[in-house]
């Protein structure tokens, strides 16, 4: 299992960006859940966004990127794209893909959002968002 995470870079308060996570030696669909964190300099690592493929793609955010931030699975390319919108400097961190092989149901938020459910990590990038 390797994931491997792109897209990452400079964008401006307000606007867009959407960084396509790619696997490879799996199909994401055959995963359990799959999700992005993200970790800001001096803080620890913080789940935003979640798919749970046991739950019928039930999706999870963090309240600081909900209506915000959304998972996109693209089937053909095997990705897991994180579209973000309405970006804000406080967004800018470095942004880890993970997936699990583990089923979960019924855990909630509070499962699909911690770093210890998930086996696979990206090797993560930089997203700066200029104000």
């Known amino acids: 299992v390797q994931l491997v995470e792109s897209g990452g870079g400079l964008a401006q308060a307000g606007g867009p960006l959407s960084p396509p996570c790619s696997g490879s030696g799996f199909s994401f669909d055959d995963m359990g859940s799959v999700a992005w964190f993200r970790q800001a300099p001096g803080s620890v690592r913080v789940g935003i966004a979640a798919?749970?493929?046991?739950?019928?793609?039930?999706?999870y955010n963090d309240d600081t990127v909900k209506g915000r931030f959304t998972i996109s699975p693209d089937d053909v390319k095997n990705t897991m794209n994180l579209e973000m919108s309405a970006l804000k400097p406080d967004d800018s961190a470095v942004y880890f893909c993970v997936v699990a092989n583990s089923i979960n149901i019924g855990g909630g938020r509070r499962a699909l959002l911690r770093p210890g459910h998930y086996s696979y990590w990206g090797q993560g990038i930089q997203v700066t968002v200029a104000s």
């Open positions: 798919i749970n493929f046991h739950e019928g793609l039930r999706r």
